[in-house]
C-alpha cells in the first residue's frame, strides 16, 4: 500500500517536528459499496465539487471521485431530513463518493451518515461540499460502526451565507487509519460554523485530523472541539486552523482538543493555531492530554465502583455532551460502542 501525505498545515513549522502533515497508508476503492439514501427526492446524479475543494490531498480527492457522484438540492424555505447508511461487507469492502449539498435560502437539512462494516480489509473515500444561501440552516451527524481495521478519509468544503448555520457532529469509532478533512469558509454576515468530534482509539489505530476555518464574514462564530480517550498504543493528531481574515470584524473563534491517554504507550500530538489581520475579534484555543487523575479513580472505587467502571464513567463524562449533540436515532448506537471500547483495555479495533 503507497503512502500518501495529507493534511498540510497552512502555516508550515519546523520540519524536524515532523507535524506539518502526515504520511498515510493510500489506495483506491476496488470494489464499493453502493449508499442507501432515505430519500431521493432532491437528488440527482452527477457532482461538480467547487474550485478552492482541496480534500486531504489530490489523490485522496480523485479516489472519492471514481465512486459514485450525487447532488442534492434542498429548495428555498424546505425542511428536509437525508439518512445515507453504508454497509461495506465482503463482497464490497470499500466506498467511494463525491456529493454536492446545496441549501437554498431558508432551507434546512438535517443529513445523517451511517458507516457500517466488517473485516480488516477496505478502504472508504468521500468527498462533499456544503453550500448554504442566507439564512439555510444544515446539521449533519455521522457515525461509523464495526469498520475494523479499514482506512477512512472523510472530506468536506463549508460555504455559509449570510445568517447561515452549520453544524456537523462526528464519532470515530472505527477504522485502523482515519482521516478528517474539514475546510470552511464563513463568507456571510452572521453565519456560524461548529464541528464536534468524539472518537475511541485502541490497538495500533491513527486519527489524523484537520479542520480549518476561514472567517470572512462580519460577526461570523466558529467553533472546534474533539474529544475523545487513546489506548493501547493509538495515535491522534489533532490540526486546527482558525484564520480571522481582514474585514471580519466582530468575528469570534474557539478550538480545543481534550484527550484521556488511558496506556502509556499512545501517542497524542495537537496543533490548534490562531491566525489573523484583523483588529476587531475573539479568538480562543486550548489543548489538553493526560492519563486519569488516580484520586479521582480512587474516590469513584471508594464509592464501590471497579477501576474499570471508574475509568468509565470519567470517559463517558468527557464525551457525553458532544454524543448529546448527534442525530437522536445514532445516540444509543455511539455510546454503546464508547462503552464496549472501553471495556476492551485498548485492544485492536
Given at each position: 500500500?503507497?503512502?500518501?501525505?495529507?493534511?498540510?498545515?497552512?502555516?508550515?513549522?519546523?520540519?524536524?517536528?515532523?507535524?506539518?502533515?502526515?504520511?498515510?497508508?493510500?489506495?483506491?476503492?476496488?470494489?464499493?459499496?453502493?449508499?442507501?439514501?432515505?430519500?431521493?427526492?432532491?437528488?440527482?446524479?452527477?457532482?461538480?465539487?467547487?474550485?478552492?475543494?482541496?480534500?486531504?490531498?489530490?489523490?485522496?480527492?480523485?479516489?472519492?471521485?471514481?465512486?459514485?457522484?450525487?447532488?442534492?438540492?434542498?429548495?428555498?424555505?424546505?425542511?428536509?431530513?437525508?439518512?445515507?447508511?453504508?454497509?461495506?461487507?465482503?463482497?464490497?469492502?470499500?466506498?467511494?463518493?463525491?456529493?454536492?449539498?446545496?441549501?437554498?435560502?431558508?432551507?434546512?437539512?438535517?443529513?445523517?451518515?451511517?458507516?457500517?462494516?466488517?473485516?480488516?480489509?477496505?478502504?472508504?473515500?468521500?468527498?462533499?461540499?456544503?453550500?448554504?444561501?442566507?439564512?439555510?440552516?444544515?446539521?449533519?451527524?455521522?457515525?461509523?460502526?464495526?469498520?475494523?481495521?479499514?482506512?477512512?478519509?472523510?472530506?468536506?468544503?463549508?460555504?455559509?451565507?449570510?445568517?447561515?448555520?452549520?453544524?456537523?457532529?462526528?464519532?470515530?469509532?472505527?477504522?485502523?487509519?482515519?482521516?478528517?478533512?474539514?475546510?470552511?469558509?464563513?463568507?456571510?454576515?452572521?453565519?456560524?460554523?461548529?464541528?464536534?468530534?468524539?472518537?475511541?482509539?485502541?490497538?495500533?489505530?491513527?486519527?489524523?485530523?484537520?479542520?480549518?476555518?476561514?472567517?470572512?464574514?462580519?460577526?461570523?462564530?466558529?467553533?472546534?472541539?474533539?474529544?475523545?480517550?487513546?489506548?493501547?498504543?493509538?495515535?491522534?493528531?489533532?490540526?486546527?486552523?482558525?484564520?480571522?481574515?481582514?474585514?471580519?470584524?466582530?468575528?469570534?473563534?474557539?478550538?480545543?482538543?481534550?484527550?484521556?491517554?488511558?496506556?502509556?504507550?499512545?501517542?497524542?500530538?495537537?496543533l490548534p493555531l490562531?491566525?489573523?489581520?484583523?483588529?476587531n475579534v475573539a479568538?480562543?484555543?486550548?489543548?489538553?492530554?493526560?492519563?486519569?487523575?488516580?484520586?479521582?479513580?480512587?474516590?469513584?472505587?471508594?464509592?464501590?465502583?471497579?477501576?474499570?467502571?471508574?475509568?468509565?464513567?470519567?470517559?463517558?463524562?468527557?464525551?457525553?455532551?458532544?454524543?448529546?449533540?448527534?442525530?437522536?436515532?445514532?445516540?444509543?448506537g455511539v455510546l454503546?460502542?464508547?462503552?464496549?471500547?472501553?471495556?476492551?483495555?485498548?485492544?485492536?479495533?
Open positions: 500500500m503507497d503512502l500518501e501525505k495529507v493534511n498540510r498545515l497552512p502555516s508550515p513549522t519546523w520540519r524536524y517536528l515532523k507535524t506539518n502533515d502526515s504520511d498515510l497508508p493510500f489506495r483506491n476503492a476496488e470494489r464499493p459499496a453502493k449508499a442507501v439514501w432515505s430519500d431521493t427526492t432532491y437528488m440527482t446524479e452527477g457532482a461538480v465539487l467547487p474550485a478552492r475543494f482541496e480534500g486531504a490531498s489530490a489523490a485522496w480527492k480523485e479516489a472519492a471521485a471514481s465512486g459514485e457522484c450525487r447532488t442534492v438540492r434542498i429548495p428555498a424555505g424546505t425542511r428536509a431530513v437525508l439518512r445515507a447508511e453504508i454497509a461495506m461487507d465482503e463482497a464490497a469492502p470499500d466506498f467511494a463518493g463525491t456529493y454536492v449539498f446545496h441549501v437554498e435560502k431558508g432551507a434546512e437539512l438535517r443529513l445523517v451518515w451511517q458507516w457500517k462494516g466488517g473485516g480488516e480489509d477496505g478502504v472508504c473515500a468521500v468527498a462533499a461540499a456544503y453550500e448554504l444561501e442566507d439564512g439555510a440552516v444544515l446539521h449533519v451527524s455521522s457515525a461509523e460502526e464495526g469498520l475494523g481495521g479499514k482506512l477512512l478519509c472523510m472530506q468536506r468544503l463549508i460555504e455559509t451565507g449570510e445568517g447561515a448555520q452549520a453544524e456537523f457532529v462526528s464519532a470515530d469509532l472505527g477504522g485502523r487509519t482515519v482521516i478528517t478533512h474539514s475546510r470552511g469558509y464563513l463568507e456571510g454576515k452572521k453565519s456560524t460554523l461548529h464541528e464536534y468530534g468524539v472518537y475511541t482509539a485502541g490497538g495500533r489505530q491513527h486519527l489524523d485530523l484537520f479542520y480549518h476555518i476561514d472567517h470572512l464574514g462580519e460577526e461570523t462564530d466558529s467553533d472546534v472541539e474533539v474529544k475523545g480517550a487513546l489506548a493501547g498504543e493509538a495515535k491522534k493528531v489533532f490540526r486546527s486552523t482558525i484564520d480571522f481574515k481582514r474585514g471580519c470584524s466582530g468575528a469570534t473563534g474557539n478550538e480545543g482538543d481534550y484527550a484521556i491517554q488511558l496506556d502509556p504507550k499512545t501517542k497524542n500530538i495537537s490562531l491566525l489573523c489581520t484583523e483588529d479568538g480562543n484555543h486550548a489543548s489538553s492530554a493526560g492519563q486519569i487523575d488516580e484520586q479521582t479513580l480512587y474516590y469513584l472505587m471508594s464509592r464501590g465502583l471497579t477501576k474499570e467502571e471508574a475509568r468509565r464513567i470519567v470517559v463517558e463524562s468527557l464525551l457525553r455532551p458532544l454524543i448529546d449533540r448527534l442525530d437522536e436515532s445514532l445516540r444509543d454503546a460502542g464508547v462503552r464496549s471500547r472501553l471495556d476492551a483495555e485498548g485492544g485492536e479495533a
